[in-house]
């Protein structure tokens, strides 16, 4: 008679603790101080290179990155008419060079030809489009090197890759991938670097951190679903989040999501918020 109360009693608790949860407590996260936040973001990313101060992705816009202590910089990689992986952000040439047209429709030595840095100011006259393995030499030894990876495919990848083991180093090269497809991929041909997830939209999260990424990177207008922030850390990989200018209106509002990695145009800026914020300042 003891136990079959004891047991009914057992019941009746685990029913009102049960259904005091229901429905399921939604997921939530504290939000970061942001002096302390600012201390613990260990990746500077500049957003093709020093972009506010340099013509973006040449190899003058790299060279201040690491001038200005940016622990990676950014480029986007495609593919010549010939087959040689080049840095470009459009598709098209005419915005960031005296080219136009389709990028890639054009071979490598016909892209080599043109002006990339008039555009931005007369002084970068000289500035070329540079090759992928250009950016990889110049980068080795100092700075990280993060590739937007603009196209798919088996070819591509094992081109990326074979360019990364020949002229860079793979232990400092963070590989943008796309898919999960293209995560896996270069899981196999490039083991030693690091991932990070460009997830396409929120609800591909968890998809990308089972394929092995080890960064997230979340746009700040999808930041208001106060729920995604809380599944990368779940997942157990970093945050990334996208700045554009490194001023401190900008960063305070990224800092309260703790993220490990923030990008920004000028770098430069970036450095010096995140110094004046953890001071205190």
Not at 237 to 266: C, F, M, R, W
Request: hydrophobic share 40%; glycine share 8%.
């Amino acid at each position: 008679m003891l136990f079959a109360r004891l047991n009914r009693a057992y019941v009746f608790f685990c029913w009102f603790i049960l259904g005091s949860m229901w429905p399921p407590p939604a997921v939530t996260w504290a939000a970061e101080k942001p002096s302390v936040a600012a201390t613990k973001v260990s990746q500077i990313v500049a957003h093709r290179g020093a972009a506010t101060t340099h013509p973006e992705n040449t190899l003058a816009a790299f060279r201040e990155a690491i001038r200005v202590g940016a622990t990676a910089t950014e480029c986007d990689v495609r593919t010549s008419k010939d087959g040689k992986l080049f840095l470009l952000h459009d598709s098209t040439l005419d915005r960031t060079s005296n080219g136009k047209g389709i990028a890639t429709q054009l071979p490598l030595a016909e892209l080599k030809k043109l002006d990339a840095g008039t555009w931005f100011n007369p002084r970068y006259r000289q500035e070329r489009i540079p090759t992928l393995a250009e950016a990889l030499g110049l980068c080795r030894g100092k700075i990280d090197l993060l590739l937007d990876l603009k196209e798919q495919g088996q070819g591509y990848a094992e081109q990326v890759a074979g360019e990364v083991r020949r002229f860079g180093d793979p232990r400092k090269t963070i590989v943008g991938v796309r898919s999960v497809e293209q995560a896996r991929l270069f899981r196999r041909l490039l083991p030693e670097a690091r991932q990070l997830g460009l997830v396409p939209n929120p609800e591909s999260i968890d998809s990308f951190a089972k394929a092995g990424v080890e960064m997230i990177r979340l746009w700040p207008r999808w930041l208001d679903d106060k729920t995604l922030v809380p599944r990368v850390k779940k997942a157990q990989v970093k945050l990334h989040l996208n700045g554009t200018t490194g001023l401190s209106d900008e960063v305070q509002k990224l800092l309260p999501y703790g993220p490990d990695s923030i990008s920004a145009d000028d770098p430069n800026q970036l450095i010096r918020t995140l110094k004046k914020i953890a001071s205190g300042g």
